[in-house]
């Protein structure tokens, strides 16, 4: 920061001189009189596109030129000898009061450097944050039966962003928060995914959200898509709890201990992420809760060792005379295809879903087991057809080969980030010198079931088995390989063997 002259100085060079100021004007340039501003600076100027620090350095010249007034002032004031004590006190204070606000100013500026934002009201907190998912798929092999689930043609080699999303999240005083996440990937059809705010230490309630948020139901859903083990989710949850966001209010806390956790709501059933709204007279909406425990949690390895199990379940009221109808499950087989392979249709006559899950999973040290099962009963009007019920689950291992262990945050019962030992290419040793690493890797392997074949609906029943190699670069980025092998029966809509191969490359921010 700049070297400023000591306003007590001036006072004692004025008062030593024995002169006074008078009404000598506050030149800021030479024979151009004008009164002293303070710069102000302020991120809602949409004419001033220049960077914080460009301001900063015309603030501090500012305040130099004002040091040069002053030299400037006593140079005067020491040719004029017709004003008194007085003027000289309040002309020291308007200057004292205009340099003050002028540093004020400055440090506002520099305290917040390199963050280069400021906020439209007090006491916010932002944080920006992203993703970049790329993925490659390939069909190595596929039965030619299989070819009317993908529309006629056979399955297609691909690469794509599967996910690119920015957003913005934060408080609001003192118990409010906010979140917002955009999609942009496929790049034709941008939407929104998380869209919500809400209230901390709600007095029973815990913490209140409202908006475009997470169903409490599949813990695989619920993990963060950063931190899963596999590319894809497996069918039964992107089957029944489809793109899992939803219009809702929701209320969710934990004990003090972190050994349970709870999330209960009221949703809209209907996806309108992509649409914006929902629009009609029948709300289609649904009362969903999912209660957790970490029955174990290892303390003294840092979360090495841990154990969780949870149940959750659903009640709807979806609307079976229209379309989109809150009874229609549909997936892809676990890899990215033109269509969704398993795929109920519009359940027509439904009048009410049913749904109940189960998760249990296990960590010990570098080895982790998992799995989950849910089951969903949609009633039927008796004039129109027959109840129907769908099921599935899946089973995966995984084992890190560098160590490392699969994280459990306990306050909401999923999934956390994965801290490499070592990261890719660069590591700083106890020394502070840089060493190559080698990131970590993990070997996983998946078994999955969905069958949506019931009365009139076929759906489809399948398997695939899935094997999987993840690379993490850094705990903010990694390399994930899929191989699938599996099969699906929809009946005359098709059936078959199928064999995929799916690579990813991830970061987020």
């Not at 004025?14 to 009404?23: I, K, N, Y």
């Not at 849910?374 to 009007?381: G, K, Q, Y």
């Not at 069958?451 to 850094?474: H, R």
Request: glycine share 10%; aromatic share 12%; charged share 25%.
């Amino acid at each position: 920061m700049l070297v400023r002259l000591s306003l007590t100085t001036l006072i004692a060079l004025f008062l030593s001189g024995g002169t006074a100021l008078g009404q000598t004007a506050f030149p800021t340039q030479a024979g151009s009189p004008q009164a002293v501003t303070p710069v102000r600076y302020s991120m809602q100027d949409k004419d001033d596109q220049q960077s914080a620090e460009e301001k900063l350095k015309r603030m501090e010249l500012r305040l130099r030129e004002l040091e040069n007034d002053v030299t400037r002032i006593i140079e005067s004031s020491n040719s004029n000898s017709s004003t008194n004590d007085q003027s000289l006190q309040a002309k020291i204070e308007s200057l004292e009061e205009t340099l003050g606000k002028q540093e004020e100013a400055i440090d506002k500026i520099d305290s917040t450097l390199p963050n280069l934002l400021f906020h439209s009201h007090k006491g916010p907190k932002l944080r920006f944050f992203g993703r970049i998912h790329l993925d490659y798929w390939s069909f190595p092999k596929v039965d030619n039966t299989i070819n009317p689930l993908e529309g006629g043609d056979d399955p297609q080699d691909r690469w794509a962003f599967r996910r690119l999303r920015i957003g913005v999240e934060g408080d609001l005083n003192d118990n409010m928060f906010y979140k917002y996440e955009g999609e942009f990937a496929p790049g034709n059809n941008p939407s929104y995914r998380d869209a919500l705010f809400g209230f901390k230490n709600v007095p029973y309630l815990n913490t209140v959200t409202f908006g475009n948020q997470k169903r409490p139901y599949s813990l695989d859903q619920l993990n963060n898509s950063n931190d899963n083990v596999f590319i894809e989710r497996p069918f039964v949850a992107q089957a029944f709890n489809r793109l899992n966001r939803r219009l809702g209010i929701s209320s969710s806390g934990h004990t003090e201990d972190l050994g349970w956790n709870w999330l209960f709501g009221y949703y809209n059933q209907i996806l309108t992420q992509e649409i914006g709204g929902f629009v009609g007279d029948k709300y289609q909406g649904e009362v969903a809760a999912r209660i957790a425990r970490t029955a174990w949690y290892d303390e003294s390895s840092g979360g090495r060792g841990w154990a969780h199990f949870a149940i959750a379940g659903s009640a709807g009221a979806p609307n079976g005379f229209s379309s989109p109808t809150g009874a229609r499950y549909r997936t892809r087989p676990e890899s990215q295809t033109a269509q969704t392979w398993f795929d109920t249709g519009d359940i027509s006559g439904a009048n009410e879903n049913l749904l109940v899950g189960l998760e249990a999973a296990i960590n010990v040290g570098q080895f982790n087991i998992t799995g989950e099962y849910m089951r969903i009963n949609v009633d039927r009007l008796d004039a129109i057809g027959e109840d129907v019920a769908f099921e599935g689950y899946y089973g995966q291992v995984s084992y890190f080969l560098t160590g490392e262990h699969r994280v459990w945050n306990r306050k909401v019962g999923k999934l956390g980030r994965v801290i490499p030992l070592e990261n890719f290419f660069t590591i700083r040793d106890c020394d502070c010198n840089v060493q190559n690493g080698w990131g970590a890797w993990e070997v996983a392997a998946r078994y999955s079931f969905l069958d949506m074949n019931d009365q009139d609906i076929f759906g489809g029943e399948g398997e695939s088995f899935t094997f999987g190699l993840n690379w993490y670069w850094n705990p903010y980025a990694r390399m994930q390989f899929n191989y699938i092998l599996g099969d699906i029966d929809r009946g005359a809509a098709g059936f078959g063997d199928y064999e995929v191969f799916g690579v990813r490359m991830m970061v987020d921010f």
